[in-house]
């Protein structure tokens, strides 16, 4: 099923939670008559393509990762000036408001230091092997502590994928499919893994692997509509990029995830 299209009603109103692109919390009209309360981020092209791929992706694994949206505003409607624009209207990038916190709220101040009882619940979350080895698959180099909503141990949700495929500003160039990049999440658990807690987290990153070893790639990328996006170039590089890159996650995620190496 393809990424719902949808309309931006007036009275969206800007929210900022340090986010860096100008954001707004609004209802939308959806092609089914109904209505959904939504984040809609002002983000360029090719971010965009960023995020539909990697919230359709992750979803198709499993994940947990708040319903996507394309969302037409009008400029009376909102003052949008990066997203695609159309005839009168700006597109831009939606996703389903949770209600539930980031991590940041938890926030020490110091670093990316969250409190220890924090931590143990996000190392003892069922999902948190498979959670990072996607952000290994996807090259996402900014899974930040405001980039994962949590309200407790059954309210964890995955958002921001504007920075998959080593960042907004990618080109096929950058994209080596057996190349290590930065994994935000290993700087901030790694260091907190204990020995009986490896084991549940390889678990998660080799079914992980199998998941995505079966998954239709290609159609989950046409469903996600960033091909209309992206260049023919950059879209076959992206997806020689996730296909290619399939056999290397298991090595390169429990090496990041400090797990001796798999043969």
């Excluded at 994962?148 to 907004?168: A, E, R, Y």
């Excluded at 084991?199 to 046409?222: V, W």
Aim: with cysteine; glycine share 8%; charged share 20%.
């Amino acid at each position: 099923m393809s990424v719902e299209l949808a309309r931006v009603q007036p009275g969206a109103r800007p929210f900022n939670a340090r986010n860096i692109n100008d954001t707004w919390l609004g209802v939308l009209d959806l092609a089914d008559g109904t209505n959904i309360h939504a984040v809609l981020k002002d983000i360029y092209p090719k971010e965009m393509a960023n995020e539909l791929i990697g919230a359709s992706l992750a979803i198709a694994l499993g994940l947990p990762v708040p319903r996507i949206f394309l969302a037409a505003a009008k400029p009376d409607v909102l003052p949008a000036e990066k997203a695609l624009s159309g005839k009168g209207f700006r597109v831009l990038f939606a996703s389903e408001l949770k209600g539930t916190p980031s991590l940041m709220q938890y926030w020490t101040g110091v670093g990316e230091q969250l409190p220890q009882s924090m931590l143990e619940a996000l190392i003892s979350w069922a999902q948190c092997g498979s959670a990072f080895a996607f952000d290994t698959w996807a090259a996402n180099v900014d899974r930040n502590i405001g980039n994962l909503l949590f309200g407790g141990p059954n309210d964890i949700w995955l958002i921001d994928h504007g920075h998959i495929f080593t960042g907004q500003n990618w080109s096929g160039s950058h994209l080596k499919a057996d190349s290590e990049y930065r994994n935000r999440m290993s700087e901030w658990l790694t260091p907190k893994f204990r020995g009986t807690q490896k084991g549940p987290l390889l678990r998660g990153i080799i079914n992980m692997h199998e998941s995505a070893q079966i998954m239709d790639i290609d159609g989950i990328i046409s469903a996600s509509r960033a091909l209309e996006i992206l260049t023919p170039e950059d879209a076959k590089a992206m997806l020689t990029f996730l296909k290619d890159r399939v056999e290397h996650v298991p090595n390169i995620a429990t090496k990041q995830a400090g797990i001796p190496r798999l043969l």
